[in-house]
């Protein structure tokens, strides 16, 4: 396996040639702090002079690589666009029509101005003519499937104990606002404040609506969402996949919530015909809305569904509600002071609408085979590496380990775009008719999400597209998926040394393949089945691990009052460090035994671990901080950067880190996982 190995990472090396132009560094040393010295605060030392000179544009809520890298991927997917809404051949039903004219529809803002809240009319009739609660479970399922969330979702994905088939879940719902902590913790001034103004907000648009009690429901929403807040899971609840596993057959759910009409609920959905049971996440949740809702007044519940109903189109309607929904959403909850020019906003529509079609013309234009293939070469190496590190764990059995292997061998890594395009064809989208657009969109999403029943998984679907900035570890399909628009400087950078890239990409690849191997991912096989295939000593052992690292990140605070969460960060905060350390390994393999060549004064660990501390340069607003930390499975970034450094012995090595420096941790206290 070692020649196997050493072969694959031969291939992607890519070490100068007398004859070739010498690789950079990859690293932006015009950003290093001197002042700060690296042993104390490797992020500030990094990234303080981009930190000192860096603002956050005036239509963000932080900025950063993985932000600046988005947009500066906007005006290539503009272009794409503008020329599909120019193109005078193209075909009625083509991809180019329907993103040329769902363009066109958002970017006619006379249109839209003189329309109000004409779109809507149809939609508030159906609420506003709702006689008695009975009609509720028909309308709470017409709404979802024209996109608007009610007090629960219905959903359809694969049955998490039987991976090779879809199932029907449904899930607690229905708040307004990012967390129920915003509605429920009177100590925290900032979130009492927010939920404050939500209330005025709630008023204004549905005043906007035509509501002349507007006040009233305003009062009657925010009321019934903090009742909602009381009994719905936290974060941390959700994150274990096997509380939120109960199977139920469709007949006992009135055992669970007598009062309400599920069996109507779920043929309204579309879905009742295709299942005779369903996935219910949180059961306590659904037993205390079913008392919420005897006791709740059917006009409460009207104003909710308006409410509902209306802040989801408002971005799609006049000026009034798009500001004032920027008003509160943008400015208020993430502290935005300038809305998005309108073209970028319309770019988010086609890629919300139309992913896949606009996707499949940026690969065309923006993402070379080359870079495809050596991605390729280096998800192998990290895989590679992460099979020897399985079988030199100490804390792990021989038994384990094997069901370890065997799980790693069946990961399927998928690069750039997907094999099998989306099908749009069913999807009707008008120049002239935005609302109807976005309306028709949400339903396509809805059938096609629910046409899944009864079918074979579709293994060839992605969850994100090709020009998302970012990527993925599914459980259920056991692949790691890495989209086109990732692969760029800083995370990959052609032009660079190896090691920024094993720092940067390499570790982004171990990140999303230790993901299979988390807290929550280690709880599926192979196969996505949800199984315990770990020996109680081991499930301890890693126990054990995990615990300190809770405790670790427990410890950082990016705001006075406010810490990171170590149980919600936890999945994330071991991809972190076990993904830096397979990189860290495989990396030291691609060398073959040769000593890494000295690039601006920096060895080739350095240049690893700062590549990968370059990654994570960012700054946040306040309100967006405080919305990171409540919600936010992921750490602040300059935790990321240094949280995970301190437990990297090869860190310490690399940068001379000695008993009292700022960034040292004893050997004993270091979190080693993988």
Excluded: C
Excluded at 44 to 69: C, M, R, T, V, Y
């Amino acid at each position: 396996m070692s020649t196997l190995t050493l072969g694959l990472l031969t291939a992607f090396a890519h070490a100068a040639e007398p004859s070739t132009p010498a690789l950079s560094s990859g690293i932006e040393t015009q950003y290093i702090d001197p002042a700060v010295r690296a042993q104390d605060d490797f992020f500030l030392h990094l990234n303080g002079q981009w930190l000192k000179s860096a603002e956050i544009p005036a239509d963000k809520s932080s900025w950063g690589s993985f932000a600046k890298l988005r947009d500066d991927t906007l005006p290539q997917l503009r272009a794409i666009v503008e020329a599909a809404q120019q193109d005078k051949n193209k075909k009625a039903g083509s991809d180019a029509q329907k993103i040329g004219d769902l363009y066109a529809s958002f970017m006619d803002e006379k249109k839209l101005d003189s329309m109000g809240i004409k779109p809507l009319t149809g939609e508030l009739s159906a609420i506003r003519s709702l006689k008695d609660k009975k009609g509720l479970p028909a309308l709470i399922a017409h709404l979802a499937q024209i996109g608007v969330p009610g007090p629960y979702g219905v959903y359809v994905s694969q049955d998490a104990r039987e991976s090779t088939k879809y199932a029907v879940g449904i899930s607690q719902g229905g708040l307004g606002l990012p967390d129920r902590d915003y509605y429920l913790k009177k100590d925290d001034a900032k979130l009492v404040a927010v939920l404050a103004k939500y209330q005025a907000h709630v008023e204004t648009m549905l005043k906007l609506a035509g509501d002349k009690n507007a006040a009233a429901s305003a009062q009657a929403v925010v009321a019934l969402e903090t009742a909602l807040a009381e009994v719905q899971w936290t974060k941390v609840e959700n994150r274990d996949p096997v509380k939120r596993y109960n199977k139920m057959a469709i007949d006992k759910l009135a055992e669970l919530a007598p009062g309400y009409d599920w069996k109507h609920a779920l043929a309204a959905a579309g879905v009742a015909s295709k299942t005779d049971y369903v996935i219910v996440n949180q059961p306590s949740y659904l037993a205390a809305l079913d008392k919420l809702m005897a006791q709740t007044e059917l006009s409460s519940w009207k104003a909710y569904l308006e409410w509902k109903l209306v802040r989801d189109a408002a971005p799609y309607l006049s000026k009034p509600f798009a500001d004032a929904n920027f008003a509160f959403y943008g400015t208020v909850v993430s502290g935005v002071t300038e809305q998005e020019p309108r073209w970028k906003r319309g770019v988010h529509l086609v890629e919300s609408v139309l992913g896949e079609s606009l996707g499949k013309l940026y690969v065309a234009q923006h993402f070379p085979p080359a870079r495809k293939a050596r991605m390729e070469a280096l998800v192998k190496n990290l895989l590679a590496s992460y099979q020897q590190s399985i079988d030199t764990l100490d804390w792990m059995s021989a038994e384990t380990k094997k069901e370890a292997q065997a799980k790693l061998a069946k990961f399927t890594p998928k690069i750039g775009y997907p094999n099998k395009w989306r099908d749009y064809s069913r999807l009707a989208i008008s120049r002239g008719d935005l609302a109807g657009n976005t309306l028709r969109a949400a339903h396509f999403e809805y059938r096609r999400m629910v046409d899944k029943l009864g079918k074979p998984v579709d293994r060839e679907e992605w969850g994100m597209t090709p020009q998302t900035v970012n990527a993925y570890y599914n459980s259920g399909k056991n692949e790691i998926v890495f989209p086109a628009a990732i692969l760029q400087p800083p995370f990959f950078d052609a032009r660079a040394d190896d090691a920024v890239n094993y720092g940067a990409i390499g570790a982004v690849i171990g990140h999303e393949i230790s993901h299979g191997f988390d807290d929550k991912g280690s709880q599926s096989d192979g196969d996505g089945n949800l199984r315990d295939w770990w020996s109680k000593a081991d499930r301890a052992n890693f126990k054990a691990k995990t615990d300190a690292l809770v405790k670790q990140y427990n410890g950082y605070s990016p705001l006075p009052g406010y810490h990171v969460n170590g149980e919600l960060t936890l999945g994330e905060n071991i991809a972190d460090n076990s993904g830096i350390a397979i990189a860290y390994k495989a990396y030291k393999l691609s060398l073959g035994g040769k000593a890494a060549p000295v690039i601006d004064g920096l060895t080739g660990d350095q240049r690893f671990y700062m590549g990968f501390g370059q990654v994570w340069r960012s700054k946040m607003r306040e309100q967006q901080q405080i919305v990171q930390i409540k919600t936010d499975p992921h750490s602040p970034g300059q935790f990321r950067a240094n949280g995970t450094m301190m437990n990297q012995n090869g860190f310490y090595e690399a940068f001379d880190v000695k008993r009292g420096d700022k960034m040292y941790l004893a050997p004993e206290q270091r979190v080693i996982i993988w």
